[in-house]
């Protein structure tokens, strides 16, 4: 199963809107609604910003939501904040019955 | 509070085995399912394998499919990762993560603090 497909890198300037795009397959993100994002800071654990698609766990800022169209998921990062920097990962189900992580991205702000 | 505590890293030979444990504390291993997640040093997040919170249904990544096995013991609330035959290309920072829900969806919520895996001669 390869990675699913994100820019290398998203630059925004302070309190600008980004969005960072996971491009699958019709057989993992365009099949399920299982796909979640992952907010990763250097030396630290993943924390997830999105799951199912859409939605977000408790305590997990509003600034981020999440949506999908045909084979590609979105993450969408509004009123962007230092804090905003850092790798983000998108995830999906497959059809394999396994799961599959983005190529991930390096948000940086300007 | 939910704390996932890793142990059980370190170095070994190619061909060598080793088995990582993940300690949960503040919920139960019954009611969520658990995921293994790998990270290869300045690279990204690989999936590797996850249970269910019945226990009955484990699932892997192809890449270790046939040598790694996910199990756990309820009564200590441990999850464990029994890797054999080992190969340089599992070298990685190894992440316990328990999921939302019962059913495995790698939808991680709370995360291990990751153990370091050397494969090397």
């Known amino acids: 199963q390869s990675a699913l497909t994100q820019p290398a890198s998203v630059s925004g300037s302070p309190g600008q809107s980004i969005s960072i795009s996971c491009t699958g397959a019709s057989s993992d993100v365009g099949a399920y609604n299982f796909v979640s994002w992952y907010q990763q800071h250097p030396g630290k654990a993943p924390k997830l910003l999105i799951y199912d698609v859409s939605n977000r766990p408790s305590g997990v800022s509003n600034r981020f939501s999440g949506s999908k169209s045909g084979n590609t998921a979105s993450l969408t990062i509004s009123g962007l904040q230092a804090e905003d920097e850092a790798d983000y990962y998108c995830s999906s189900y497959t059809s394999s019955n396994t799961y599959v992580f983005g190529t991930g991205t390096k948000v940086t702000v300007l | 509070e939910v704390q996932l505590l890793e142990s059980g890293g370190g170095l070994v030979q190619p061909g060598g085995s080793l088995r990582l444990s993940c300690a949960g504390s503040?919920?139960?291993?019954?009611?969520?399912?658990m995921t293994w997640v790998r990270q290869a040093p300045g690279k990204g997040l690989e999936w590797v394998s996850a249970?269910?919170?019945?226990?009955?249904?484990?699932y892997y990544a192809d890449s270790v499919t046939g040598r790694f096995t996910t199990s756990r013991d309820t009564s200590k609330n441990t999850l464990y990762l029994q890797m054999n035959s080992l190969r340089v290309e599992d070298t990685a920072v190894y992440y316990c993560?328990?999921?939302?829900?019962?059913?495995?969806?790698?939808?991680?919520?709370?995360w291990g603090q990751g153990t370091l895996v050397t494969v090397s001669a």
């Open positions: 249970i269910s919170g019945s226990g009955d249904s484990t």
């Open positions: 503040g919920f139960s291993l019954t009611s969520y399912a």
């Open positions: 993560a328990k999921d939302v829900g019962y059913l495995a969806h790698n939808n991680n919520d709370f």
